[in-house]
């Protein structure tokens, strides 16, 4: 599960931004973002490209095959998880088609010369109709959009990744059982 320190800062004179967070160990691996309040001061973006509409998390992610989560301007949560993770996909799916008694509307890139609409205009949609998508990204990842204000909804699609996790965290080598760690705990 990808976590988040959210610091509000200003820019000093020589342009060192210092982070500092218990969260932080040494070593740990991050990556960071930086966000201007006031686009006057921020590099020029480039447009999005129509082949490729999306932002480069995304990519990142599927290169990285990852399980994500976001808050999207306060107003659309996204759960990005790659296309292989059938089962954790089926959930997320089930999670939506259940709380809201009807399949969500799904949007596919597709390959044939059409272009998906860009991430910021789904997220704008999904905030002004109040409703659920789902989005296939270059067949590598799904994303489920849900509107803020579903936080019964939001919670369940953030136990799905999280349990996905927890099951793949309890493959990998060297963990320990709970009933072994009770036991040495005296418990």
């Not at 960071?32 to 992610?61: G, N, T």
Request: glycine fraction near 2%; proline fraction near 7%; include cysteine.
């Amino acid at each position: 599960m990808l976590n988040a320190i959210q610091q509000q800062l200003t820019i000093p004179t020589d342009g060192l931004l210092t982070i500092r967070s218990p969260k932080l160990k040494p070593g740990l691996p991050v990556q960071v973002i930086v966000l201007f309040q006031d686009s006057s001061f921020a590099p020029e973006q480039e447009p999005y490209d129509e082949v490729q509409p999306m932002p480069l998390w995304l990519d990142s992610a599927a290169a990285n095959k990852e399980r994500m989560t976001f808050t999207y301007q306060k107003k659309v949560f996204l759960a990005v998880v790659p296309i292989e993770d059938v089962e954790v996909i089926k959930q997320l799916k089930n999670t939506i088609d259940n709380e809201t008694h009807d399949t969500s509307e799904t949007v596919q890139d597709s390959t044939s010369g059409d272009t998906l609409p860009i991430l910021t205009e789904l997220l704008a949609q999904v905030a002004t109709k109040k409703e659920p998508m789902t989005l296939t990204y270059q067949k590598m990842l799904f994303l489920a959009l849900v509107p803020i204000e579903q936080v019964e909804m939001i919670e369940q699609l953030e136990d799905c990744i999280d349990n996905a996790d927890a099951d793949d965290a309890l493959k990998e080598e060297g963990s320990i059982p709970w009933e072994q760690v009770k036991k040495e705990l005296g418990l």
